[in-house]
């Protein structure tokens, strides 16, 4: 499956704590999303799915996650049919191996495109 990563203005990465998660470009937005920091060696964060303004607004409450933004941390997500999530979230679990989270769904994975 091919996913259509999002970016920022600028065609630059979206910064976790400061993209706008009121736009409407949000709403109702259902699909996978991968947060990391960019420090001297960038790594996978968390890997989600779900809502995702409603997601990203719970993990900038959580303390496993925040303690990566002295390193700055960065966010993608791309549109994925609720039916297909499960797959695609524990498919790039498994390839990028986040720092946070560790239950995934017990389904096979679906492999897609990484955003980089």
């Given at each position: 499956?091919?996913?259509?990563?999002?970016?920022?203005?600028?065609?630059?990465?979206?910064?976790?704590?400061?993209?706008?998660?009121?736009?409407?470009?949000?709403?109702?937005?259902?699909?996978?999303?991968?947060?990391?920091?960019?420090?001297?060696t960038p790594w996978t964060v968390y890997v989600g799915q779900g809502l995702i303004a409603e997601r990203l607004t719970a993990h900038r409450q959580e303390k496993?996650?925040?303690?990566?933004?002295?390193?700055?941390?960065?966010?993608?997500?791309?549109?994925?049919?609720?039916?297909?999530?499960?797959?695609?979230?524990?498919?790039?679990?498994?390839?990028?191996?986040?720092?946070?989270?560790?239950?995934?769904?017990?389904?096979?994975?679906?492999?897609?495109?990484?955003?980089?």
């Amino acid at each position: 499956m091919v996913l259509e990563w999002i970016k920022c203005e600028g065609n630059q990465w979206c910064n976790f704590l400061n993209v706008n998660l009121g736009h409407s470009h949000f709403t109702g937005l259902g699909g996978v999303y991968i947060i990391w920091h960019g420090g001297q060696t960038p790594w996978t964060v968390y890997v989600g799915q779900g809502l995702i303004a409603e997601r990203l607004t719970a993990h900038r409450q959580e303390k496993e996650i925040l303690q990566y933004s002295p390193s700055g941390l960065f966010v993608t997500w791309a549109k994925v049919n609720a039916n297909e999530r499960d797959g695609v979230e524990l498919f790039l679990s498994e390839k990028l191996q986040p720092r946070v989270g560790h239950r995934y769904p017990a389904v096979g994975p679906i492999s897609v495109n990484l955003p980089w």
